[in-house]
């Protein structure tokens, strides 16, 4: 007596866990990310690099990390700088505006107050680190 037992195919792996697998990683991905505004702000080139430098001294606005402002040392909002900056673009279209953000003040306060600076007219703004605001346990 002869037994003959019936061949066996290959097991052929399909692509349904594979499609799952790639859903969840872009699910997981998508919902691990940041929704915050991203905008585009130009920066002036950093002092000494060879830029035309400008007859008037810098403008420095401070972004303390509770959000206040200081326009050159004293308090302010952004209606007082949106004119400010107005007056002195009028005056000289190359004004150096210098934006010193806290060491914890929020990136999209930093980017609200260079989008008031250049709605405003603003054309050279840079960014300097607080350097009242430097710990020197860091060292």
Known sequence: ???TTARRKPAIMGLTPLIDMIFLLLLFFLLGSDFVQFSQAQLAPPRGSGGAQGSSQPAIISLAADGA???NGALSDTQQISSF???RV???AE???VVMPAGQADVQMVMDTMDVLTKAGATS???ERD???IDLADF
Request: avoid cysteine; charged fraction near 10%; hydrophobic fraction near 55%.
């Open 1 to 3: 007596m002869n037994i």
């Open 69 to 71: 402002l200081q326009l």
């Open 85 to 87: 900056v107005g007056q």
């Open 90 to 92: 009028a005056q000289d």
């Open 95 to 97: 004004q150096l505006f």
């Open 125 to 127: 703004v840079t960014i």
């Open 131 to 133: 350097v009242f605001d």
